[in-house]
């Protein structure tokens, strides 16, 4: 992999940079509030608030010297409750959906821990991973499973709040069926929904490694070392944990869903 390890730094124009970056918010913003109406205005403010923590309290914790993957670990609680409840309201979809996503995200941050340690993995992926490291001082390990931690966060949430929402359309609907019953029917809508967002997923890690896959496919060097190769592999182990976090969290939340429902309504 020696030509993946010859990386050049390029600097554009300021200007031009800045000028597109705001062009394409005004625009994202303006598609928010036309499409989403109220719901896409109360997501801007939940997506705000998110970048509020990010950039002020988990990025100095761990500039600071405090452990990346924990620092995560406890942030995601107050992201998920502000992103549940701005976008949802205090709703019963809402509290079980909060409750489905930090449950599935603790069995994907624990398997992330493990895989990254099992596979024993540095974390230097990058220049920027490198310069963090060594100047900084930061643990690149849990670094990287900090990384693949937020990553997986946000499929999450996507999956368990669309799910819990089927699940509650369906017992409205059908509210004398009985509980296999929904959850088949349900689990039946999550099957399809899980296929699409994998395959989504997927594609947008792809398109992130897609300078280091045309390099490794180019390459004369064999299968092993390529796999070798931790910016490449790194990305693998983020797309797979991502993957299984997904597959887990669809019958997770559909289960947890029509439990706490049907019960409340028996």
């Given amino acids: 992999m020696r030509e993946a390890r010859c990386l050049t730094t390029h600097y554009m124009t300021p200007q031009k940079i800045g000028i597109t970056l705001f062009g394409l918010s005004v625009l994202a913003i303006a598609l928010l509030f036309g499409v989403g109406g109220k719901k896409g205005f109360k997501s801007l403010i939940s997506l705000a608030l998110t970048i509020i923590i990010l950039m002020s309290v988990i990025i100095p914790l761990i ?29 019963v979809l809402s509290n079980i959906s909060i409750v489905a996503i930090l449950f599935n995200f603790s069995l994907v941050s624990l398997l992330a821990y493990f895989s990254i340690s099992f596979a024993g993995f540095t974390g230097v992926i990058s220049d920027a991973a490198s310069v963090v490291g060594g100047e900084v001082g930061i643990n690149l390990q849990s670094l990287l499973i900090a990384g693949i931690m937020l990553g997986t966060l946000g499929a999450i949430i996507e999956m368990v709040v669309t799910q819990v929402a089927t699940v509650i359309e369906f017992i409205e609907a ?87 429902l049907k019960r409340k309504h028996e």
Avoid: C
């Fill in 63 to 91: 500039a600071n010297g405090y452990d990346p993957a924990w620092v995560t670990f406890i942030a995601a609680i107050p992201i998920t409750v502000l992103i549940i409840y701005l976008t949802e309201g205090f709703t």
């Fill in 174 to 260: 059908s509210p004398h069926a009985d509980k296999k019953y929904i959850y088949k029917q349900s689990y039946n809508v999550g099957v399809a929904h899980l296929g699409s967002i994998i395959n989504t997923l997927f594609l947008i890690y792809a398109g992130i490694l897609l300078p280091l896959l045309i390099v490794s496919i180019g390459s004369p060097n064999p299968l092993s070392e390529i796999i070798g190769y931790e910016p490449l592999s790194s990305e693998i182990v983020r797309t797979l944990a991502g993957t299984i976090g997904l597959i887990i969290a669809m019958p997770t939340s559909t289960f947890l869903a029509i439990f706490w």
